[in-house]
């Protein structure tokens, strides 16, 4: 699997390091408040993982699964929400967390639909950030890392349901996505 890479381009200590400094970050925003903390399914599990036991504030875990829909922002194929949340949400710190953000079609649909239950407040985190495919004007509240408009596999990311896995992140050999 790792020869099907061209180059690495975040290694493990490099995401270690880094998600060490979001946790920081998120507990001193929080202030001890209990997050619900969202995870968007599937490709953000690694990183939702490793973020919640580098936080000390008092979290509730979630999921929700949302549709694939390529980079169409056609709303026929606009990003679907296919599963609800078994939490209450009125009144709750909620985190969203996944593991890109690209077009921003996905935070922006989520945001949306978490916002029309009334929070407490909305806050967001992307494992990787890569904002020049931005579709509209959404930011993300703490962004792991901002690459370029690169295709990157690991910690999460997929092509093709495959490399997931591995524990770091990379582009793949152009020869893996000509066949
Ligand atoms: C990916 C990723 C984000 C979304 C980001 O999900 O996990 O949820 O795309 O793209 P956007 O900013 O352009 O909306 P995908 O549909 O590939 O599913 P996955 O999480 O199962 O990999």
């Known amino acids: 699997m790792k020869n099907d890479l061209q180059k690495i ?8 390091k ?12 929080y202030e001890g408040r209990e997050i619900l903390l969202v995870t968007l399914l599937d490709g953000a599990i690694v990183f939702a993982a490793d973020l ?7 979290l509730r875990l979630d999921c929700l699964r949302v549709s694939s829909y390529g980079n169409s922002t056609d709303p ?22 996944d593991d890109i953000l690209d077009t921003g079609n996905t935070m922006q649909r989520v945001s949306e639909e978490v916002l029309s239950k009334n929070p407490a407040s909305l806050k ?28 990157v596999v690991g910690y999460g990311l997929d092509y093709a349901g495959q490399y997931r896995q591995l524990p770091y992140v990379g582009t793949l050999k152009p020869s893996i996505y000509e066949k």
């Open 124 to 151: 967001t985190c992307v494992f990787l950030d890569k904002p020049d495919r931005r579709q509209n004007h959404f930011r993300a509240t703490w962004s792991g890392f901002f690459i370029p408009d690169e295709f």
């Open 18 to 29: 880094r998600i060490q400094e979001l946790g920081l970050e998120i507990d001193r925003h």
């Open 76 to 97: 026929e194929t606009a990003p679907r929400i296919l599963s609800s949340l078994k939490s209450e949400v009125e009144g709750k710190d909620v985190l969203l967390v």
């Open 9 to 16: 381009l975040l290694n493990e200590n490099d995401i270690r």
């Open 52 to 58: 919640i036991r580098n936080l000390s504030s008092p």
